[in-house]
């Protein structure tokens, strides 16, 4: 039944109220969680029955409803809402990584968690609100759920710190950072960070730590809050049947397969054999084993794969290929092997490898997004591509995962501050990144080799960018006790305890992702991953600048240009004409784009510069103010009896009169000149509608003296 009492946390000078429990009276659990006026409904639902799968089947859905806006979006015949943008998925992704570690691990149940954005205030971002409605609806279900999370927003600003920003306050910022957190009896601090999404303008890593550190008393409000609203309202959790123990079979195949599994993970090589495969499965058929001893059986061995992973690297600092915790693989870069494209570099880190592609198009080319939050135009996109080869399988090829459309994001996050303003460099760019070899963070892989691309083809970035991911294997009873690993592959990845993904240039971090597969890292960890990270950021950046150092000065050939220039804004419909008609001639004549802003601003793009010189000169023509007293070589476009009318410049022109014509008594206008002459003119009066009386006649004079 629907619980209508309200709940409020003050944080900052914000209020956050959760009411409606149970609105959704079919869900396992559902509330409302409001901040300003954006408001969203959170719902957790589980399917009875347990999955047969061995994995946990969790779903994360972010609705945008654009009538929480107050928009009618979409085409003229689909007046509602269709897939998921990407600004949903990447919403989902994030509320999905803060929840997800929190599940106990013999759960199977098919869950579900959605919110819906009902309504929204154009200030205050759904995103934390649906991080905090799904761990209430999750903590007053009847679905077994280790939390609460608590989540909130930290935005950097001058010298200020901001919880839950606006949208103007976190474009203002220098850091914009989202921490969730989960309690925990394993550290001081009481609670554990489990998810960090943050992108930055070049900050160094001491402000990412006092970000942390300024946002530890703002959670454990939260956890309080929750954990009251839980206490009051919360339902009697699902009991797991918990899988009994074969220890008999624990023991065979510890004894026969723990000395061979380890030999295997640290032989150093890469490529996955199945000499243990095969010999557990001659192990399965000798015992006569039933399915369900074979599902147990395939499952500890990944547990007996992540006892040695960590008991070889906390107790001998011993890592699998052999390298040291700190040592990056073996990396390299090469640019421009692709001849016809704008931009183009590989980077290799051991056996990982990404292809990025950058191409250089007119203003005009930007993408135009119509989201619930926002409508507008985007001049600069990562694009992440992660085809099946690239990890030794077969699979259909279908549109971009959510996975590889966050990957994609993650780049361009690090990328974006280092993009000239558009000012600068008025074009529209994008780059896909193509994952040809996958084992270990392609993302921060595509990160490397994006921003080589971006500087072969002369975009004129303030410093190049790269990024690494730094492991953890920790001890999980006593969080004190870990080892980081540098640049995490294969079983460190696998069967690893943390994928943290940072990415910045020489001056500092653009952005940060954290995944967990633990409840979460303490402060200590977060700041000795990010001062490992920058010492491997740095070598990294040092292995770039011997392939390219700087962007180059040029553009590529192939690469369009675009030139530009400002005009009066009453001067615009001159340049369109009517109809279009202008603008389509000097398009079609000189093979151009041309993109004019209301402030008057107009890019020609060209592929080749001579030809959108031209353009562009055709246009100044048209809009130039013209001068009593200049002189013009015109042509003659009309004749009546008491003149001719010149056109002295593309679209603009005067009047001769028949007294103008020449230095003596003229009978006839087409005595002196014919249509499609050219004849030089000056420019004598300029009335007050703008009409240009001209004179031959004063020229000649000027001519013969």
């Known amino acids: 039944m629907?619980?209508?009492?309200?709940?409020?946390?003050?944080?900052?000078?914000?209020?956050?109220?959760?009411?409606?429990?149970?609105?959704?009276k079919k869900a396992n659990g559902s509330c409302t969680v409001q901040l300003g006026d954006t408001v969203i409904l959170a719902t957790a639902t589980m399917d009875k029955n347990p999955t047969i799968l061995d994995f946990f089947p969790l779903t994360v859905d972010y609705e945008e409803r654009y009538y929480a806006a107050g928009k009618i979006l979409g085409s003229r015949f689909i007046r509602r809402e269709t897939r998921p943008t990407e600004e949903a998925i990447l919403t989902a992704r994030l509320i999905d990584r803060s929840i997800r570690p929190c599940f106990p691990k013999e759960f199977k149940n098919p869950t579900q968690v959605i919110i819906t954005t009902l309504s929204w205030d154009k200030e205050n971002d759904p995103d934390i609100l649906g991080i905090i409605g799904a761990s209430i609806s999750l903590g007053i279900s009847d679905i077994p759920f280790n939390g609460p999370v608590a989540s909130l927003r930290i935005a950097k600003k001058k010298e200020e710190f901001i919880v839950n920003p606006t949208y103007e306050e976190r474009e203002e910022a220098e850091l914009d950072i989202v921490l969730s957190a989960v309690k925990s009896n394993k550290t001081k601090d009481d609670f554990v960070i489990n998810?960090?999404?943050?992108?930055?303008?070049?900050v160094p890593e001491k402000k990412i730590l006092e970000a942390v550190e300024y946002a530890k008393d703002f959670l454990r409000k939260m956890f309080e809050f929750q954990e009251n609203i839980i206490k009051e309202l919360g339902k009697e959790k699902l009991q797991i049947k918990k899988e009994e123990k074969k220890e008999e079979l624990e023991k065979l195949l510890r004894e026969s397969l723990k000395e061979k599994i380890e030999k295997e993970m640290f032989s150093g090589i890469e490529e996955h054999t199945p000499d243990i495969e095969n010999e557990l499965n001659e192990i399965l058929k000798r015992i006569q084993a039933t399915e369900e001893d074979k599902k147990y059986a395939y499952n500890y061995i990944k547990e007996i794969k992540r006892e040695i992973l960590h008991e070889k690297v906390l107790e001998e600092g011993k890592r699998p290929d052999g390298r040291k915790i700190n040592e990056i693989r073996p990396i390299s870069f090469e640019i421009d092997v692709l001849p016809r494209t704008h931009g183009s570099a590989i980077f290799n880190r051991g056996k990982t490898r990404s292809l990025s592609i950058l191409t250089l198009g007119a203003p005009g080319e930007q993408k135009v997004i119509e989201?619930?939050?926002?409508?507008?135009?985007?001049?600069?996109?990562?694009h992440y591509n992660f085809p099946p080869y690239c990890s030794g399988e077969v699979s259909p090829l279908k549109g971009p995962s959510r996975r590889e459309i966050g990957h994609g994001?993650?780049?361009e996050r690090a990328l974006f501050p280092v993009i000239p303003e558009f000012a600068n460099f008025p074009y529209t760019i994008r780059i896909v990144t193509e994952i040809l070899s996958s084992n270990g963070s392609t993302s921060m892989a595509s990160t490397c080799s994006s921003s080589a691309a971006l500087m072969a083809a002369g975009v004129p970035i303030k410093r190049p960018v790269a990024g690494i991911a730094i492991g953890l294997i920790v001890d999980e009873n006593n969080?004190?006790?870990?080892?980081?690993?540098?640049d995490i592959q294969g079983p460190e990845d696998h069967e690893g305890d943390m994928d943290f993904k940072v990415a910045g240039t020489e001056k500092g971090i653009t952005a940060i992702q954290l995944d967990t597969k633990i409840e979460g890292i303490t402060y200590n960890i977060i700041k000795d991953a990010l001062n490992l990270a920058k010492e491997c950021r740095e070598k990294?950046?040092?292995e770039m600048k011997k392939t390219i150092a700087e962007p180059r000065k040029e553009l590529s050939k192939y690469a369009p240009r675009v030139l530009n220039i400002k005009i009066?804004?009453?001067?615009?419909?001159?340049?369109?004409?009517p109809g279009g008609k202008v603008i389509n001639e000097i398009i079609d004549k000189f093979n151009v784009i041309i993109d004019i802003e209301e402030d008057g601003s107009i890019f020609v793009t060209g592929e080749e510069e001579n030809s959108a010189r031209k353009a562009l000169e055709w246009i100044r023509n048209i809009t130039r103010e013209i001068k009593v007293g200049e002189i013009f070589e015109g042509k003659v476009v009309k004749i009546y009896p008491f003149g001719a009318i010149v056109e002295i410049l593309p679209g603009q022109v005067g009047m001769v009169h028949i007294s103008e014509l020449a230095p003596f008594r003229v009978n006839k206008v087409e005595d002196i000149v014919k249509i499609g002459e050219i004849i030089p003119v000056k420019v004598v009066g300029i009335d007050e509608l703008g009409r240009i009386n001209l004179s031959r006649k004063q020229v000649i004079q000027k001519n013969n003296n």
Do not use: C, W
């Open 195 to 202: 998810m960090i999404e943050a992108e930055a303008k070049e």
């Open 2 to 24: 629907e619980n209508n009492k309200t709940f409020e946390l003050q944080l900052g000078n914000k209020t956050i109220k959760i009411n409606r429990f149970g609105i959704a």
């Open 540 to 542: 990294i950046l040092q």
């Open 568 to 577: 009066p804004e009453e001067k615009i419909r001159e340049v369109i004409g």
């Open 371 to 382: 989201s619930m939050e926002f409508i507008g135009k985007k001049r600069f996109m990562h």
């Open 479 to 486: 969080y004190d006790n870990y080892k980081l690993l540098a």
């Open 409 to 411: 994001m993650l780049v």
